[in-house]
Protein backbone atom coordinates (compact mmCIF):
# COMPACT_ATOMS: atom_id res chain seq x y z
CA UNK A 1 0.00 0.00 0.00
CA UNK A 2 1.57 3.69 -0.66
CA UNK A 3 -0.09 7.28 -1.02
CA UNK A 4 2.18 9.75 -2.66
CA UNK A 5 1.66 13.33 -2.18
CA UNK A 6 3.02 15.92 -4.51
CA UNK A 7 2.42 19.66 -6.09
CA UNK A 8 3.77 21.50 -2.99
CA UNK A 9 6.18 24.38 -2.61
CA UNK A 10 6.25 27.57 -1.65
CA UNK A 11 3.85 30.40 -2.62
CA UNK A 12 2.70 34.01 -2.08
CA UNK A 13 -0.07 34.58 -0.04
CA UNK A 14 -3.30 34.36 -1.84
CA UNK A 15 -1.54 32.34 -4.41
CA UNK A 16 -2.85 28.49 -5.67
CA UNK A 17 -1.67 25.30 -5.34
CA UNK A 18 -2.70 22.11 -5.86
CA UNK A 19 -1.79 19.27 -4.76
CA UNK A 20 -2.24 15.27 -5.77
CA UNK A 21 -2.14 12.30 -3.21
CA UNK A 22 -1.38 9.08 -6.14
CA UNK A 23 -2.21 5.51 -4.24
CA UNK A 24 -1.42 2.10 -4.93
CA UNK A 25 -1.82 -0.73 -3.38
CA UNK A 26 -5.75 -1.51 -2.39
CA UNK A 27 -9.21 -0.95 -3.79
CA UNK A 28 -8.94 2.90 -4.21
CA UNK A 29 -12.36 3.27 -5.52
CA UNK A 30 -13.67 1.63 -2.26
CA UNK A 31 -12.43 4.04 0.33
CA UNK A 32 -12.99 7.87 1.53
CA UNK A 33 -10.00 9.92 0.86
CA UNK A 34 -8.99 13.18 3.07
CA UNK A 35 -6.78 15.88 2.86
CA UNK A 36 -5.12 16.84 6.54
CA UNK A 37 -2.86 19.24 7.58
CA UNK A 38 -0.35 19.69 10.71
CA UNK A 39 1.78 22.76 11.13
CA UNK A 40 4.23 23.58 13.42
CA UNK A 41 3.87 22.63 17.09
CA UNK A 42 0.05 21.80 16.10
CA UNK A 43 -2.20 19.26 16.32
CA UNK A 44 -2.73 17.33 12.82
CA UNK A 45 -6.21 18.60 11.04
CA UNK A 46 -8.90 17.15 8.94
CA UNK A 47 -8.97 19.60 6.10
CA UNK A 48 -11.63 18.29 3.41
CA UNK A 49 -12.73 14.73 2.60
CA UNK A 50 -14.46 13.43 -0.41
CA UNK A 51 -16.59 10.26 0.09
CA UNK A 52 -16.07 6.65 -1.75
CA UNK A 53 -18.48 7.37 -4.95
CA UNK A 54 -17.14 10.84 -4.80
CA UNK A 55 -20.69 12.48 -4.17
CA UNK A 56 -20.33 14.15 -1.37
CA UNK A 57 -17.21 16.42 0.11
CA UNK A 58 -17.01 18.02 3.82
CA UNK A 59 -14.27 21.06 4.32
CA UNK A 60 -13.03 22.65 7.05
CA UNK A 61 -15.01 26.11 7.72
CA UNK A 62 -11.83 28.23 7.78
CA UNK A 63 -10.86 26.34 3.90
CA UNK A 64 -14.61 26.58 2.49
CA UNK A 65 -15.11 28.36 -0.80
CA UNK A 66 -11.12 28.57 -1.47
CA UNK A 67 -10.40 24.56 -1.43
CA UNK A 68 -11.98 21.80 -3.73
CA UNK A 69 -11.09 18.50 -2.89
CA UNK A 70 -11.91 16.00 -6.19
CA UNK A 71 -10.64 12.33 -6.93
CA UNK A 72 -10.40 10.68 -10.04
CA UNK A 73 -10.93 6.50 -9.53
CA UNK A 74 -9.52 5.56 -13.02
CA UNK A 75 -6.06 7.26 -11.96
CA UNK A 76 -6.10 6.03 -8.12
CA UNK A 77 -5.32 9.83 -7.26
CA UNK A 78 -7.17 12.28 -4.72
CA UNK A 79 -6.56 15.91 -5.59
CA UNK A 80 -6.85 19.44 -3.43
CA UNK A 81 -6.81 22.34 -5.09
CA UNK A 82 -6.18 25.62 -2.65
CA UNK A 83 -6.64 29.14 -3.78
CA UNK A 84 -6.49 32.24 -1.75
CA UNK A 85 -3.54 30.44 0.63
CA UNK A 86 -2.93 32.48 4.07
CA UNK A 87 0.21 32.21 5.80
CA UNK A 88 -0.97 30.25 8.62
CA UNK A 89 -1.78 27.35 6.04
CA UNK A 90 2.00 26.80 6.28
CA UNK A 91 1.95 23.04 6.90
CA UNK A 92 2.72 19.78 5.57
CA UNK A 93 -0.48 18.56 3.84
CA UNK A 94 -1.13 14.45 4.11
CA UNK A 95 -3.82 12.24 2.12
CA UNK A 96 -5.23 9.74 3.85
CA UNK A 97 -7.53 6.94 2.86
CA UNK A 98 -10.08 5.02 5.02
CA UNK A 99 -12.83 2.31 4.72
CA UNK A 100 -14.33 0.14 7.40
CA UNK A 101 -11.67 2.31 9.97
CA UNK A 102 -8.83 0.79 8.26
CA UNK A 103 -6.87 3.36 7.10
CA UNK A 104 -3.48 4.37 5.22
CA UNK A 105 -1.49 7.37 5.15
CA UNK A 106 0.56 9.30 3.06
CA UNK A 107 4.15 10.90 3.87
CA UNK A 108 3.12 14.37 3.40
CA UNK A 109 4.18 17.41 1.14
CA UNK A 110 5.10 20.24 2.56
CA UNK A 111 3.17 24.15 1.96
CA UNK A 112 4.85 27.24 2.53
CA UNK A 113 2.69 30.08 2.20
CA UNK A 114 5.14 33.40 2.33
CA UNK A 115 6.10 36.77 1.02
Known amino acids: VQLVESGGGLVQPGGSLRLSCAAS????????LSWYRQAPGKERELVAR????????HYADSVKGRFTISRDNAKNTVYLQMNSLRPEETAVYYC?????????WGRGSQVAVSS
Open 25 to 32: GFTFSSYD
Open 96 to 104: EAVRSKVGY
Open 50 to 57: ITSAGGSA
